[in-house]
């Protein structure tokens, strides 16, 4: 008797199961974990500071009143691009906006999907919640698609606004 092996990546896209396979879901790594960080020094980081659940939670914050930017990427795998061509991909993630104060016109937080011929964003408004609320990015990706990537946005325009972004519990499917 042998150890029963579990289905690739590529093969439980196929046979239809609707999970994509996301790394570091809530982030409890306590890292990027499979995740690219760009933008300001230190927007975004993995902290202990909110997390909805678990211990760590994807953390965008700034006090100063200048311009101030981040993004947290994840690619989909090539091999994986071809099963979810043609499909629709739900992208929801917990968020909990943690302090708005006045100014900075401009700014914003948002989830996407860019599969490489085009873009697709959900703008979450800068409304402070004492509590995490679940936000959705729902795109069918077409047959062109040259790559998927899972993209959380914050751009804090200057005029001394602080605000404070908590993501957690990620995730995607395929249907």
């Not at 965008?60 to 993004?71: H, L, Q, Y």
């Not at 937080?109 to 729902?138: A, E, H, K």
Request: charged share 15%; with cysteine; proline share 6%.
């Amino acid at each position: 008797m042998g150890i029963k092996m579990w289905p690739s990546l590529l093969q439980q896209v196929v046979m239809g199961a609707p999970t994509i396979p996301m790394p570091n879901k809530g982030w409890e790594s306590g890292d990027a974990g499979g995740w690219t960080f760009t933008g300001s020094t230190g927007i975004p980081a993995v902290t202990t500071d909110n997390p909805r659940s678990g211990s760590y939670d994807l953390h965008f914050n700034t006090a100063s009143s200048s311009v101030r930017t981040g993004v947290a990427t994840w690619t989909l795998p090539a091999a994986l691009l071809a099963a979810i061509k043609g499909r629709t991909v739900k992208f929801t993630v917990y968020r909990r906006c943690a302090l708005v104060f006045s100014g900075g016109v401009g700014s914003y937080q948002r989830i996407g999907l860019n599969w490489g011929t085009g873009t697709g964003y959900t703008t979450i408004p800068f409304t402070p919640y004492s509590v995490y609320d679940q936000v959705l990015v729902q795109q069918l990706i077409p047959a062109a698609a040259t790559k998927l990537d899972f993209i959380i946005e914050w751009y804090k325009a200057g005029g001394g606004s602080i605000y404070h972004l908590d993501i957690d519990d990620m995730d995607a499917v395929a249907s």
